[in-house]
Nanobody, 126 residues
Framework: QVQLAESGGRSVQTGGSLRLSCAAS????????TAWFRQRPGKEREFVAA????????YYADSVKGRFTITRDNAKNTMYLSMNTLQRQDTATYHC???????????????????WGQGTQGAVSS
């Protein structure tokens, strides 16, 4: 089993930046892919970004390309989501996820991820 814990969510102004963290524990050696999803008010949970823990390949939703960066620190069993030029539309509960399968098999497919964190809230105001 793998446990995931997000942190770093807070309220920021539009145009500002925020970095979220996701710490993994348990059987972390089984993780091949980690990702961030978010759920905006009144909408379904959506894919944000993913990264391979072996090769480091990254994937992004079109809505965040050029603004968000996903990174990992294998030694710390932690991944991050650095968010820049934040907009009101980025307000959401952000969840981290992990899968025991290759990134190409799961990337943006919510149903393919094996483990989920409880989420951390980020609010962006004008």
């Amino acid at each position: 089993q793998v446990q995931l814990a997000e942190s770093g969510g807070r309220s920021v102004q539009t145009g500002g930046s925020l970095r979220l963290s996701c710490a993994a524990s348990g059987r972390t050696f089984s993780i091949y892919t980690t990702a961030w999803f978010r759920q905006r008010p009144g909408k379904e949970r959506e894919f944000v970004a993913a990264i391979s823990w072996t090769g480091g390949s990254t994937y992004y939703a079109d809505s965040v390309k050029g603004r968000f960066t996903i990174t990992r620190d294998n030694a710390k069993n932690t991944m991050y989501l650095s968010m820049n030029t934040l907009q009101r539309q980025d307000t959401a509960t952000y969840h981290c996820a992990a899968a025991v399968t290759d990134v190409l098999q799961v990337v943006e497919r919510r149903e393919r991820y094996d483990y989920w964190g409880q989420g951390t809230q980020g609010a962006v105001s004008s």
